[in-house]
């Protein structure tokens, strides 16, 4: 079942992190066969199921908390930042430069590496608000941690030198995660 998609520069980004951080070789062996050619050969196609990026986050690699932020932090910000880094200029140059103008427009900026999932930015104030994403199955606990890295993304597109997390939920039986960020 193929309910959201992966694209080609996400899996493409997550194997170049791999590789230069020395994981790479030991993921491989841990995942399956279908997923061990999507993470070799990414760009074999534009988009992979959602099961290869589970996979690969499920089994084949092992990180701590902050592994797994630094590991979509490093990503987010080498492969998708300059494909969407162009999107958060324009906006923050007509709107300010603000988390929240960058989180308010996440949901476009998450469709350049997944396809299926979706963010809703509800702002409390002019400083805090609370993200939420939102995937259209259960999914892996983990990603609370590799969000935690693209919404380091967001603050550093903006200059947000004291962004941060305040709190985290997880909902719907692993479905909705919601981040309460302020800065």
């Known amino acids: ?6 694209s080609a520069v996400f899996l493409g980004g997550m194997a170049k992190v791999l590789k230069e951080n020395g994981t790479f070789g030991r993921v491989i062996e841990r995942i399956s066969p279908a997923s061990r050619e999507a993470l070799a050969e990414p760009y074999a196609r534009r988009w992979w199921p959602s099961q290869v990026l589970e996979d690969v986050l499920s089994n084949g690699v092992e990180l701590t908390a902050d592994g797994y932020t630094e590991l979509n932090y490093t990503m987010t910000k080498n492969s998708l930042g300059p494909i969407v880094g162009p999107i958060f200029q324009v906006a923050m140059a007509l709107s300010g430069a603000s988390p929240g103008t960058v989180f308010a427009r996440l949901d476009k900026a998450i469709r350049t590496g997944m396809n299926g999932v979706k963010s809703d930015w509800l702002p409390l104030d002019s400083n805090r608000g609370t993200l939420r994403i939102t995937y259209p199955r259960p999914w892996v606990s983990v990603a609370e941690h590799t969000w935690r890295g693209t919404i380091r993304v967001a603050f550093d597109f903006c200059g947000a030198k004291h962004g941060r997390v305040e709190d ?5 039986e692993r479905k909705v995660f919601e981040f309460d960020v302020a800065w």
């Open 168 to 172: 985290f939920r997880l909902l719907q």
């Open 1 to 6: 079942m193929n309910d959201f998609e992966v």
